[in-house]
């Protein structure tokens, strides 16, 4: 899977599934297209893989929260080996790491403060992911100002109502990740 089709799958259903290993299972049930696995380990990721290809979902996994897998360029690629689609990191090197592998790469941003704010401009100005997940995603601020930029922006964290859900895509987010189940049936 590449960027462009996790774009067209963002149409058929602009909700990610952001989970935990408890509720893997029922982001496999959902609709949710895609799935952001937030928490794994090198003992269940291959599972995961498995599980969430079968379903026919594309799976991402945060490497920075994978316990037991390198934050190196060999914990990507053996991330890589087993299909995952993508993987979402904080650290920039990761992400070259990842693009180098063919997958997906998605940069997550923090928006805590003015200072924040400029920080993801500058990071997004080098970057070579192909998103950008900023949270919270209920700041709608944050999202209007990245979303009219070269990488599309997932809108993420905190996203606990439909209104919620709404808000961030009207302020321009090409998707909305989250962990919340209720969430996942919107339509």
Known sequence: MNAQELLSRRELNPIIAAVHERDFAAAIDSPAEVIFCLKTNVLGVSERV?????????????IDLADGIGKDRMGVEYLASLGVDGIISTRTQLLRHAKECGLIA????????SQGMESISENLENSVCDFAEIMPGVIGKAISRFSGGKIPVIAGGLIETKKEVLAALECGALAVSTGKRALWYID
Do not use: E, M, T, Y
């Not at 498995?50 to 945060?62: D, E, N, Q, T, Y």
């Not at 998605?106 to 403060?113: G, N």
């Open 50 to 62: 498995r599980s969430a290809h079968g379903a026919g979902k594309c799976i991402l996994v945060h």
């Open 106 to 113: 998605v940069q997550r941003f923090f928006a805590l403060d």
